[in-house]
């Protein structure tokens, strides 16, 4: 029992020593990231490829979502006010929860799957067939050439899928409510009106670009650290996504009561 203890006691040692690693390698890329910026910013074809991968490669999943995003809310919303509240708020409901929630979230996550394995596969292939190496020896920093553009390129585009996915979501939601649940066109847009306010909108934006940053970063961290061929590959793929999803959720939550509790709580 003491051994089995002790093995116990060893492993979760290792655990936490190897987790508390990672945040250092991590640490150190955002650093090298940071640093490398301004020159990084100079190669504007490069920024342009990764805002096009990211962004305008997206839109078409952005929008199937965000579609489907505001009917579902609509359709919640028409339960849940059944006996409650009257179905005429339902404007101003589906607007904040979708500019405040759903829409930088959703709109993340589903970027995150798409481009952060896109990020981590590219990179991992190119660590392990050399190509990262031979830029170092080429004396190219690859962060000021690989990480760089991704980085900027993800913080650019997330906050303007998130503005379109808004956008999309409400128009869904407002679809929805006017021919299935019954709500006059004229009630839906003035919940909207008068329940908007700009601070909401703000926190959205601000958390689409923490969003897009965790992203590129987990991607090509994970790409970096690749080993093994096209096992290794795969596995740095799925290390990749998954460490960004969650990312994501916990930056949401830590962001909403820096947001919500200190900077716009008046």
């Known amino acids: 029992m003491n051994d089995l203890a002790l093995e116990g006691y060893e492993y979760l040692r290792q655990r936490v020593i190897d987790s508390l690693a990672e945040v250092g390698r991590i640490s150190f890329l955002v650093f090298d990231t940071l640093r490398s910026l301004g020159s990084g910013l100079r190669q504007h074809r490069l920024v342009l490829e990764q805002m096009d991968a990211v962004g305008v490669q997206s839109l078409m999943l952005v929008v199937i979502v965000s579609v489907f995003t505001g009917a579902v809310s609509a359709v919640q ?51 392990v067939t050399e190509q990262i190496d031979a830029l170092d020896a080429m004396g190219i920093p690859p962060v000021r050439y690989l990480v760089v553009p991704r980085v900027v390129a993800a913080i650019v585009m997330l906050p303007v899928l998130t503005v379109l996915a808004d956008a999309i979501a409400v128009f869904g939601g407002y679809v929805v409510a006017t021919t299935s649940v019954g709500v006059s066109s004229h009630a839906y847009v003035m919940a909207m009106k008068q329940s908007f306010l700009l601070k909401d909108l703000w926190s959205g934006l601000i958390k689409a670009v923490f969003f897009g940053a965790i992203i590129s970063w987990m991607g090509c961290y994970h790409g970096f650290r690749t080993e093994g061929g096209a096992e290794g590959v795969g596995k740095a793929t799925t290390r990749a996504v998954v460490s960004a999803c969650v990312q994501v959720l916990i930056i949401d939550y830590v962001l909403a009561n820096v947001l919500f509790r200190m900077i716009f709580a008046s």
């Open 77 to 127: 919303a028409a339960y849940q006010f059944s006996s409650l509240v009257p179905t005429k708020y339902m404007g101003s409901v589906i607007l904040r929860s979708v500019i405040i929630e759903l829409g930088p979230v959703l709109t993340a996550l589903i970027v995150g799957g798409r481009v952060g394995s896109s990020i981590a596969a590219e990179l991992g292939t190119m660590r």
